[in-house]
């Protein structure tokens, strides 16, 4: 009886072992899980620049009052006989 006990013992401090050290741990799992929240704030991210980029995208098609605010805010350019003034504050 005596050796029941003891292999019992062992086997408990095995699959004990299994649950704090192993390849399924449970603090692996606590890291796991961190590492999916963060990974999924990263897609949400991507997915609000991505539907920025459709926006804008969109608008570049529908007309060119997109395109002539780039190009000003941009690259700084004017149309003809329009004067540039810069307020530095």
Same mark, same amino acid.
């Given at each position: 009886m ?6 019992? /013992?062992?086997?408990?401090?095995l699959i004990? @072992?299994?649950?704090?050290l $192993?390849k399924?741990?449970?603090?692996? $799992?606590?890291h796991l899980?961190?590492?999916l929240a963060? /990974?999924?704030?990263d897609?949400?991210? /991507?997915?609000?620049?991505? @539907?920025?980029?459709?926006a #804008?995208l969109?608008d570049?098609?529908? $007309? ?6 780039? /190009?000003?805010f941009e690259?700084g350019?004017?149309?003809?006989? #329009?004067i540039?003034?810069?307020i530095?504050?």
């Amino acid at each position: 009886m005596k050796v029941i006990s003891i292999l019992l /013992a062992a086997f408990l401090l095995l699959i004990q @072992a299994q649950l704090w050290l $192993g390849k399924g741990s449970l603090p692996r $799992g606590v890291h796991l899980r961190g590492v999916l929240a963060q /990974a999924q704030a990263d897609n949400e991210q /991507a997915r609000l620049r991505n @539907a920025q980029l459709e926006a #804008e995208l969109r608008d570049l098609r529908e $007309g060119l009052e997109m395109v002539e605010e780039k /190009a000003r805010f941009e690259l700084g350019m004017i149309k003809p006989d #329009e004067i540039f003034v810069q307020i530095r504050r």
